[in-house]
């Protein structure tokens, strides 16, 4: 292979993900930086810059995969949430930018200057747990989740982002948290309807299914969380849940029928609600 600049490498490579991809040139600069062990910046310091034959190979082969379908940052092993670079692996969910306002909304409900006992059911990455002690150093989280590897990854992201405000369990849910109650119960839970097709589509298609499908209605999990939450509740304390993007009517839904209270749904960025939040008071 000739060798080329920087450059023409990045056109060459957008020119190739574009029909694939509306983040075509994002992802090729994503890829090719990490390639070259340089921030997407430098790229364009050195654009001119000719490179090896090694080089170009071993970004070739990255942008190759992603032609191939696989996720970007499954590729270059992180993903960016809240301006922190999470570590992200197959056995967790790809942090999304939408996920953000779960984050926002969440701080919303915890006072800046007092002590919270916050849960994270289903925290993958530990993104949004993370996020939240961040904030809020002077609360408590404890974040779930079923999968062993997943809480490996997330265990390793709060040491490299120094969290220590952050508890981690296995469990199913409220499995492992017997006797114990919250200020602040969030998720992001599974919440696809187990035969939608765009499981087998795009990115998702390697993500891990469990972390995303639930049930025929996308709703069996979101009711299970709903419904046990209530015994993890403490007085007038809240739930928080993400959900898709046509499912808010139906969460509000359940929420009053497990008697909760200031049952209310949220929009995100685009209009949608995608949020749904209810008080349960003892």
Not at 51 to 74: F, I, W
Not at 207 to 228: H, M, N, V, Y
Request: hydrophobic fraction near 40%; aromatic fraction near 8%.
């Amino acid at each position: 292979m000739a060798s080329r600049s920087i450059s023409q490498l990045i056109e060459n490579s957008t020119q190739r993900l574009t029909p694939l991809y509306d983040t075509a040139r994002i992802d090729a600069e994503v890829l090719i930086a990490h390639a070259l062990n340089f921030s997407r910046t430098q790229l364009y310091t050195w654009s001119d810059k000719v490179l090896s034959d090694e080089e170009c190979d071993k970004a070739n082969t990255l942008v190759r995969r992603r032609y191939e379908g696989e996720p970007v940052a499954y590729i270059v092993g992180f993903q960016e949430f809240w301006s922190l670079d999470f570590k992200v692996t197959p056995d967790t969910l790809i942090p999304r930018p939408e996920t953000e306002h779960l984050v926002e909304f969440s701080l919303a409900n915890i006072p800046v200057d007092k002590f919270f006992r916050v849960a994270d059911l289903g925290t993958g990455s530990g993104a949004i747990a993370i996020a939240i002690a961040k904030e809020r150093p002077q609360c408590q989280l404890v974040a779930v989740d079923e999968s062993e590897a997943a809480l490996k990854v997330a265990v390793e992201n709060a040491k490299a982002l120094g969290v220590s405000n952050i508890t981690f369990k296995q469990s199913n849910w409220f499995d492992s948290l017997k006797g114990e109650t919250f200020d602040l119960i969030v998720s992001n839970p599974p919440y696809i309807e187990e035969l939608d097709k765009h499981l087998s589509e795009g990115d998702v298609a390697y993500e891990p299914r469990s972390a995303l499908a639930s049930g025929i209605d996308g709703l069996d999990d979101i009711r299970q969380i709903i419904r046990q939450a209530k015994d993890h509740l403490n007085s007038n304390a809240a739930l928080v849940l993400e959900h898709g993007w046509d499912q808010a009517v139906k969460v509000r839904a359940i929420f009053k029928e497990e008697k909760y209270d200031s049952i209310s749904s949220y929009d995100d960025l685009a209009g949608i609600e995608r949020i749904s939040i209810g008080r349960y008071s003892k």
